[in-house]
Every structure is written in structure tokens, then in C-alpha cells.
């Protein structure tokens, strides 16, 4: 069986990839419409999938009009 490497991203860097602020990108999540992020071990550290955050990226894209 493959297994398959996933990369995780830190909450700045998902912000500077989609051009939203911290407090934004937390509004998003909250409500459900972004990604949840991946809490790493028992502190407070989390992550974004980055193929979770490109999805996003790319719904964004195709809704938008052009």
C-alpha cells in the first residue's frame, strides 16, 4: 500500500497563500467555510493541509467570475 505524504502549513503562511488575515481566516473556520486545521500533539500547536488549502484556493477561482 502507498502511503501518501500530506504537507501541513502554519497558520501564516495559509494567510499569506490566500491573501486573508489571521482573524479572518479564524471567522472562516469558525463558520465552517475554510478548512479546520490539524492540531499537532497534546499543545497548542495546529496546521493547515496545504491540499485542503489549495481545494479552497481553487473552489474560490472556479466561482469567481471572470
Excluded: C, Y
Amino acid at each position: 500500500m502507498e502511503q501518501r505524504v500530506h504537507t501541513l502549513l502554519r497558520p501564516a503562511e495559509v494567510s499569506r497563500r490566500t491573501t486573508l488575515s489571521r482573524t479572518t481566516l479564524w471567522r472562516l473556520v469558525r463558520a465552517q467555510v475554510f478548512p479546520a486545521p490539524i492540531k499537532l500533539g497534546a499543545g497548542n500547536r495546529i496546521a493547515f493541509s496545504e491540499e485542503a488549502v489549495g481545494n479552497w484556493i481553487n473552489q474560490r477561482k472556479d466561482a469567481s467570475p471572470r
